[in-house]
């Protein structure tokens, strides 16, 4: 038996990727104009996630979605601000160890996310909001700064 807790980052990093850009197509985004840029995405994501019969979804529905929401959110903050995929050692989790996304935020400090947790947080908040998804990551990893609005 081959020893399972052992990760393989390169292995998660190429499946995601190959995911959203499948993701991508299926809705009508060609995979060059979304590598060109991912922003390109949320419009016929927002769209797809908006008419989902989420009421009606069984629990294979709710896995495929999380997983496809959470290759988008990684894969955004991938291209957008030059985040990287990184094993975190976690004894909590069933294998041990969680892949999560990493980034130095605009206060130079690197910080760490797990996708699957910004897609749950979403997930708790519907509807979903792929703009919100994407901005609650952001300001997690301080990649951005929060708009004054007005006050």
Do not use: C
């Amino acid at each position: 038996m081959t020893k399972a807790s052992e990760p393989d980052l390169q292995g998660w990093i190429e499946e995601g990727r190959r995911n959203i850009v499948d993701v991508a197509d299926m809705l009508g985004v060609a995979p060059e104009i979304y590598t060109r840029d991912p922003i390109s995405l949320i419009p016929a994501l927002q769209d797809y996630v908006s008419r989902a019969p989420l009421s009606e979804f069984e629990q294979a529905d709710w896995i495929t979605l999380h997983s496809d929401l959470m290759s988008y959110v990684a894969d955004y903050l991938i291209q957008k601000h030059g985040a990287q995929w990184n094993v975190a050692h976690d004894p909590s989790a069933p294998r041990g160890y969680r892949y999560v996304i990493a980034a130095t935020g605009r206060d130079g400090i690197t910080r760490r996310i797990d996708p699957a947790d910004v897609v749950r947080k979403e997930f708790a908040s519907l509807p979903i909001e792929i703009p919100r998804m994407l901005a609650s990551a952001e300001l997690t990893l301080r990649l951005t700064s929060q708009v004054d609005d007005g006050e």
